[in-house]
């Protein structure tokens, strides 16, 4: 079974862009969470989705948005783009609430 | 609310030596404990977790756990250490109905030959 994909990899913004990340789960998961980790803050939860509905959010701007589509693929997108904001943006599904399944992730770089 | 605490922002250890990461939680429920694990320039790997049942938890690699409730405690050990073992190690705890698991400021794990 394919794991969790996440794409870009890498990407490089200039400060006040917008960008969009992608997440594909492994079928069958309906959950997908995404966290942001920094060398300073850690892993810090953004938000999670199920079945296409924002269930849970983390205590983040509202710059930081993301949706679920029905075949349970996800995006994140910050707008607006701080150098703050340059970090690795990682995505889990799960199919149970305490288990999840964590893609390579995307490193963003705001410049 | 949940929390988590490691021990030591960086433990060296050499081949073949004693692995032993520290993990304290605090939790008002019964909680949920993980170790992940991450490789350079890589997402997160589970190890293992305890979700109820037998307090010693065997996990991938050869790294095991012991959930201890009265110590509020989830260190991580493997008896004999290995240059592959070499990369951060996160704690984390949830408490079994939110998707949001709280990690732990990760400890990175340094093998020397």
């Known amino acids: 079974k394919a794991g969790v994909t996440q794409t870009p990899r890498y990407l490089i913004k200039t400060r006040g862009q917008q960008v969009t990340l992608s997440c594909s789960p492994i079928?069958?998961?309906?959950?997908v969470s995404w966290y942001q980790q920094t060398p300073g803050q850690g892993l810090q939860f953004l938000f999670e989705y199920f079945s296409e509905t924002q269930r849970n959010k983390g205590n983040f701007p509202g710059r930081f948005s993301g949706r679920q589509f029905s075949n349970s693929r996800s995006e994140m997108n910050v707008s607006t783009l701080e150098l703050g904001d340059s970090a690795l943006y990682l995505c889990?599904?799960?199919?149970?609430?305490?288990?999840?399944?964590f893609g390579p992730g995307t490193r963003l770089t705001v410049t | 609310a949940q929390s988590v605490t490691q021990l030591g922002s960086h433990v060296s250890v050499s081949e073949g030596a004693l692995v032993l990461l520290r993990c304290n939680y605090s939790s008002s429920v019964p909680p949920y404990l993980f170790w992940y694990v991450q490789y350079p320039n890589q997402g997160l790997q589970l190890l293992l977790k305890?979700?109820?049942?037998?307090?010693l938890v065997k996990g991938i690699n050869g790294f095991e756990a012991e959930f201890k409730k009265s110590e509020t405690s989830f260190h991580l050990t493997k008896p004999s250490a290995h240059m592959s073992d070499a990369a951060e190690y996160f704690c984390a705890v949830s408490d079994g109905s939110a998707s949001k698991i709280i990690f732990g400021s990760g400890t990175r794990l340094s093998i020397r030959p």
């Open positions: 889990a599904s799960s199919t149970e609430a305490y288990e999840q399944y």
């Open positions: 305890y979700t109820t049942g037998a307090t």
């Open positions: 079928s069958g998961h309906r959950s």
